[in-house]
């Protein structure tokens, strides 16, 4: 009988409890959202007529509630629809099978990065034990997918020595991630050059001019896009549209104006100020309690009261910055620039906290808080067991049992589907529906009604995406804009 790799049954159970906490109840928690309800339907609706929800043929770019989104998180549904189904399991099931393989992939470069193998074990325990982490793993979300292709991205490119089909890979991967989200348009290019320093790779240097080449396409195309600069304002460069920002600018410069400081009031004001504005807001990315206490209280970037990370954890992550200087400082130096980098996008945005756009940040926190859990002494293991026992048990308290109430509007998927089924049962009675308590409930009903995209295609277009996606088939959806 062969012998069983003592080593490898903690990676095996860590992985099986990765598995456990991505799939148990997929279909129930988190909440289905309105744009996942988009992202499946379009899918559902490619793969059945070949046109999305405006009528569009195989788009590009696709336009949504919130300003446009890139192909990949859409495309890559439609396999699993034409073969399993709509259905809330289906559609979230590729996110979270490129999310566990991600995690693999992780725990290898880990292996290679540290020359140890039971950092990288602590690291994945990390990212497997948070809550408020596991809860973009549970849904269809661009950043995290982004996040996984290029971790996957990098694996390959470090293993391209065993096949030049990684090579390959790799360089796919990296282009899949620059259209995933926008936020990779920031982030990927630099971390590869922060990679090659890191590794002493000077080939990657091409790989960056590669996927440069690669992005220029997408950018030429994203760029003609209607009212993309308005896009572009809103959702990838909001810091520059706080109103409280704006008005400051304007009174100083009125105020160097009346006293005839003319090129003082224009320069300084709307270039300097704007520079202190945004230095301002990077620097509240680097607070802890984002990560590890409160997040960003954006009920759509996650759990409300919870970061990604416990708290718990915040502890060894102070103490694993000391110890990663110290066994490894180059390692020390990349996890500081790659958390510089990735923690750009977010800094540009306002509200100046974003979750969500903080999700690349954290393979590195887990990496250092791994540093630190690496010190601790055997006796006291048990007693950091119970912390996390009890601090895990308080955030699924407040996720499973407040959050709900806390949020009615985003846990509303029961109400979307007694009317989804009551539309099917009569085809020929008008029903109304008020978005006043579900905003934009028009993708829930297609998702859930699993209704026809040739009947819906067929429907007249109105002015503007928010009128286009309102009613469907007999149930008309009012309120807000009536």
């Avoid at 725990?107 to 290679?112: T, V």
């Avoid at 400051?248 to 090129?263: H, P, T, W, Y």
């Avoid at 206490?293 to 103490?319: C, E, I, K, R, T």
Wanted: with cysteine; net charge positive; proline share 6%.
């Amino acid at each position: 009988m062969a012998k069983i790799n003592a080593s490898l049954i903690l990676p095996f159970i860590i992985f099986v409890l990765s598995i456990f906490f991505r799939t148990y109840q997929l279909d129930k928690y988190p909440y289905f959202s309105t744009n996942e309800a988009l992202l499946s339907w379009r899918s559902y609706s490619l793969s059945q007529i070949g046109t999305d929800e405006t009528g569009r043929r195989y788009p590009f770019i696709f336009s949504s509630f919130e300003g446009y989104q890139l192909p990949v998180s859409t495309y890559i549904i439609i396999p699993f629809v034409k073969i399993f189904g709509l259905n809330i399991n289906t559609v979230r099931l590729p996110f979270v099978l490129i999310s566990l393989f991600s995690l693999l992939c992780l725990y290898f470069l880990l292996c290679k990065w540290t020359n140890d193998k039971n950092i990288p074990l602590l690291t994945l325990l990390v990212l497997a034990l948070s809550p408020g982490y596991l809860w973009f793993t549970r849904v269809i979300n661009s950043v995290n997918l982004a996040l996984s292709l290029l971790v996957i991205g990098l694996f390959l490119l470090q293993n391209q020595k065993k096949s030049p089909f990684y090579l390959t890979g790799a360089l796919l991967c990296f282009v899949a991630s620059l259209y995933t989200n926008q936020i990779t348009w920031l982030v990927v290019i630099p971390l590869l050059f922060l990679y090659a320093w890191y590794r002493k790779h000077r080939q990657i240097l091409i790989i960056c001019g590669l996927l440069f080449i690669a992005l220029l396409p997408l950018l030429y195309y994203y760029l003609k896009l209607p009212q993309i600069a308005l896009n572009i304002k809103q959702n990838d460069l909001s810091i520059f549209s706080d109103i409280t920002t704006i008005n400051s600018i304007n009174a100083l410069r009125g105020e160097d104006v009346s006293s005839k400081r003319l090129i003082w009031g224009t320069v300084f004001h709307n270039k300097v100020y704007q520079g202190v504005r945004f230095l301002s807001s990077y620097l509240q990315q680097l607070n802890p309690r984002l990560y590890f206490a409160s997040g960003d209280q954006n009920p759509l970037h996650g759990l409300s009261n919870f970061g990604p990370l416990l708290v718990v954890f915040l502890p060894f992550f102070l103490s694993g910055l000391k110890t990663l200087y110290s066994r490894n400082y180059r390692l020390f130096i990349f996890a500081f620039f790659w958390c510089l980098i990735t923690t750009l996008p977010s800094a540009l945005s306002f509200p100046n906290q974003n979750q969500e756009k903080l999700l690349l940040v954290l393979p590195m926190l887990a990496l250092v808080v791994g540093y630190g859990l690496s010190t601790i002494k055997k006796q006291f293991l048990p007693i950091l067991a119970v912390f996390i026992v009890i601090n895990t048990t308080i955030i699924l308290y407040d996720a499973l049992v407040k959050e709900p109430f806390r949020q009615p509007e985003k846990h509303s998927t029961g109400l979307i589907e007694q009317i989804a089924a009551t539309s099917i049962r009569n085809p020929d009675k008008t029903i109304n529906m008020s978005d006043a308590d579900i905003p934009d409930p028009a993708p829930l009903l297609l998702f859930f009604s699993k209704y026809d995209p040739q009947l819906f295609s067929s429907q007249t277009p109105s002015f503007g995406y928010r009128s286009t996606i309102r009613n469907v088939g007999n149930v008309a959806v009012v309120g807000k804009e009536k």
